[in-house]
């Protein structure tokens, strides 16, 4: 699963990704328009509220409540023996520390990076996040289909996976110029604050009570790395 932020559309050009799922044997196999409020981004990240700032919490509910996000459900087709497709998805996105992010990153192919805070991509970090997390933003009934037809394009021949691939891009592209005309003429969302002024913020916000990252082992249920299933070797090597 991974999740396409409002800050991608307001900054960014999220259709790009498509083209580097494409070139990478990622198909997209499931795509819908969530609209997430507060309570949504809030539980988001529920297991790290407590090493997170107030400030940062506060701009992660105005951000994603303030335009449609985008889910797609992606098929790995790359062969592996050990660890998820989730890792391999999180490998690819790069870091949300800005400083970190590589040209080949996934958030860096979507906008050049401003702040730790706009990240512009959200992916569940293993299977048990991704379950978790779509059933928040999708409830059960909306997942189970979502699921189901996805399951039903396992078999989908290059054609045929191409042109999902292109409809997929065409819709990032429309809400790309939907929030760039909101934030030109001074709209951004629910929230009182214009886009400018959420800009700054962002640039400024001290991210974690313990400054620019988080011990992993602080958060209400650890998440470092160690435990996380181990990745495929080539992804060790790149």
Known sequence: MLLVRPDAFFLGHPHNIVDAFHARNLNIVGCKIIHINHAQADSLW??????????RRELLRELLASAPSVLLLIRDENPRNSGPATAHLTHLKGPSIARKRK???????????????????????????????MYLLLGADRMSDMLKHAQSKVFLNRFVVSYAHMQVKALLSR?????????????????????????ERA???????????????????PDGKDLVMALDEYLRIL
């Open 175 to 199: 809400q790309e110029e939907i929030c760039r005309s909101d934030a030109t003429n001074g709209k951004f969302g629910v929230s009182t604050m214009g886009w400018e002024t959420f800009l």
């Open 46 to 55: 529920w297991y790290q509220r407590n090493v997170m700032t107030s400030e």
């Open 103 to 133: 040209p080949r990153h996934l958030r860096s192919i979507v906008a050049p990076a401003t702040a730790n805070v706009l990240s512009y991509l959200h992916a569940s970090d293993d299977p048990a996040d991704a379950v978790r997390e």
């Open 203 to 221: 640039k400024c916000c001290i991210d974690y009570v313990s400054g620019e990252s988080y011990d992993p082992y602080e958060a209400t249920i």
